[in-house]
């Protein structure tokens, strides 16, 4: 398992998902590379006017995930329960890799870092994939997240809390108190630690028992140097800092986001002073991508898997029998599907109740429940199952007052207080139906040649009889038992089985063996 971001960098090198640039580049240029090479990550060796390097995408897709796992794509729910169930107390060091090089005060100057302008509309260049450290100034146990940080000056930037999240909660102690709130933006961690920073946990919980449950190890953490946090050694650079205790004052955004638009625009967010820069000596200068041409291959994916779990623990704890659970990439994990093995009428309609609020993320807004005949994977049978499964006025749930992600453009506000309303579509073969009625018509797979050696016309109409006269029969038995080099002799056997008015039918449909009655046809 890759401990550092260069070690993962390597990884997916060796899996053929980073693309290196090693040319020189204008800062300027990046995120369109960037966009060219969305199914891959991007590493820039060489950004003029920067000592940095930058690495972006880097955990943007399901093989990444499964990856950063340790399993294959199928084992992503099964390794993250492991892990998420884990727990490992953190080790304090003295020394780190991320303080090689400790810039305070005056020195501090963010305009030196490979900061890129992301999207066309953005309002400044962002630190993009930021895990914050924080400690709740209530409980005093230390928190991990993800957020934006917007570019302001050589020492500020913003960030944006707006929607209901623990940092958000924190802040909001923080300003009744009248204190500002210390944190730390951790840059270039190896994807399983930014998995473990999106962990849904209990507010009394310490969130680096939690990475450590995540690595498998303690995880080591040194001090900062101008503030009373600890973080992860292994990053590449920290940015030390405090949120100021004026509330959402300050313009922020607009910034390109998951959604693919500017979710929220211009908003008011609080900002943060930078009063120490600390890095390695050659760090990597770490992005994560949202939204633009392809937001289903963005660092958004490092969510997905998270959600999948709080959605199927959710109906796990509640006693479904569930299959399997995936966050659509192409929604940006808004849409999650589900497959169940329905027990009881109505497990599907709990099933998406449970997976429409389950997750503290507040995703997903749109929920679907299919049978566990259908692979969810594959967009097409989850579709099939939508279509011809359900019955909308009966199948269709929409709940109103939900928790909302607030950068959903579809909102009359991003700015809480805001509510959402979400849509549940139950796709499961409703409990007392017939499921022949819903059966999947596959391909007929058929051996070359039946079972019997090939016989003569009068020995193939007696076996044929004698064959159908043991069982009911669906057509496809007939053609495994009978076929010859080609099916004409069968076909020509059978017609003259019918024509003696010896065939009928069962209830679904199989043939049976009559006695001849040769007067009355129509009976059958
Ligand atoms: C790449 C990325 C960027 C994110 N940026 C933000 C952000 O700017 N603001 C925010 O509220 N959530 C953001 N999130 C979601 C939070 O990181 C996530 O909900 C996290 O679990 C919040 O943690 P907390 O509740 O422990 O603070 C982002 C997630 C990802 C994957």
Same mark, same amino acid.
Not at 35 to 53: K, S, V, W
């Given at each position: 398992?890759?401990?550092? %971001? ?25 995120? #369109? ?96 994939? !930021? ?25 500020? *930037?913003?960030?944006? @809390?707006? #929607? ?15 204190? /500002? ?17 999106? !962990? ?29 946090? %600890?973080?992860p050694a292994n990053a590449e650079m920290v940015l030390e800092g405090e949120m100021l205790p004026t509330g959402w004052i300050a313009d922020e955004g607009p910034y390109g986001e998951f959604t693919g638009t500017y979710g929220g625009g211009l908003k008011q967010n609080p900002t943060i002073r930078i009063k120490a820069i600390t890095r390695r000596r050659d760090a990597v200068f770490l992005s994560a991508t949202h939204g633009g041409h392809h937001p289903g291959w963005t660092d958004m994916h490092v ?18 029998? @569930?299959?399997?659970?995936? !966050? ?8 999650? @599907? #589900? ?24 995703? /997903? ?9 259908? &692979? ?6 989850? *579709? ?19 928790? +909302? ?6 909102? /009359? ?7 959402? +309303? ?30 019997? /050696? ?6 193939? &109409? ?9 069982? +009911? ?14 099916? *004409? ?36």
């Open positions: 398992m890759s401990k550092t %971001l260069r070690d993962w960098l390597d990884t997916l090198e060796r899996h053929d998902l980073l693309a290196r640039i090693g040319h020189e580049v204008h800062v300027n240029q990046l995120a #369109a590379i960037i966009e060219q090479n969305h199914r891959r990550a991007t590493l820039f060796e060489n950004i003029r006017g920067y000592a940095l390097p930058l690495a972006a995408n880097t955990f943007s897709n399901r093989v990444m995930m499964a990856l950063a796992l340790g399993c294959d794509e199928s084992g992503i729910l099964a390794a993250l329960t492991a892990k998420r169930q884990a727990r490992i107390d953190p080790v304090v060091v003295t020394e780190a890799p991320c303080q090689e090089i400790v810039e305070e005060g005056e020195t501090v100057n963010l305009a030196t870092l490979p900061l890129h302008l992301q999207h066309e509309l953005d309002g400044a260049p962002f630190v993009s994939a !930021a895990v914050m450290v924080a400690k709740d100034p209530v409980r005093g146990v230390n928190n991990l997240g993800i957020y934006r940080m917007m570019y302001r000056s050589q020492n500020e *930037t913003g960030i944006d @809390v707006t #929607a209901p999240h623990k940092l958000r909660h924190y802040y909001q102690q923080a300003c009744e108190l009248g204190r /500002p709130l210390e944190v730390a933006a951790v840059l270039g961690l190896p994807a399983i630690d930014l998995m473990a920073a999106l !962990a849904s946990t209990p507010l009394d919980e310490d969130e680096y028992a939690v990475l450590g449950g995540f690595r498998g190890e303690a995880a080591e953490l040194v001090a900062c140097r101008s503030i009373d946090l %600890l973080v969510l997905f898997p998270m959600i999948e779990l709080d959605i199927h623990n959710a109906l796990v704890q509640a006693g479904i029998d @569930v299959r399997a659970v995936r !966050a659509l990439p192409a929604s940006s994990g808004m849409w999650a @599907v #589900a497959s169940i093995k329905s027990m009881f009428k109505g497990d599907g309609k709990n099933a998406l109740a449970l997976m429409l609020a389950a997750s503290k993320q507040a995703f /997903p807004k749109i929920a679907v429940v299919v049978d566990e005949d259908i &692979d969810i994977f594959d967009d097409e049978q989850v *579709t099939w199952a939508m279509t011809w499964r359900a019955q909308p006025d009966q199948d269709v749930m929409i709940l109103g007052g939900m928790k +909302a992600v607030p950068l959903d453009p579809s909102l /009359p506000s991003s700015m809480p207080p805001v509510t959402t +309303a979400k849509m549940g579509f139950d796709a499961t073969i409703p409990v007392g139906r017939d499921r022949a009625d819903f059966a999947i018509c596959r391909p007929a797979v058929l051996g070359e040649t039946g079972r019997r /050696p090939e016989l003569a016309p009068d020995e193939l &109409d007696a076996a044929l009889a004698d064959f159908i006269g043991q069982g +009911a029969v669906h057509f496809q038995e007939i053609l495994e038992e009978f076929s010859g080099p080609s099916a *004409t002799s069968v076909l020509e056997s059978f017609g003259r089985l019918r024509q003696r008015h010896l065939l009928g039918r069962d209830d679904i449909g199989r043939y049976v063996l009559l006695e001849a009655i040769d007067d009355n046809p129509g009976v059958r």
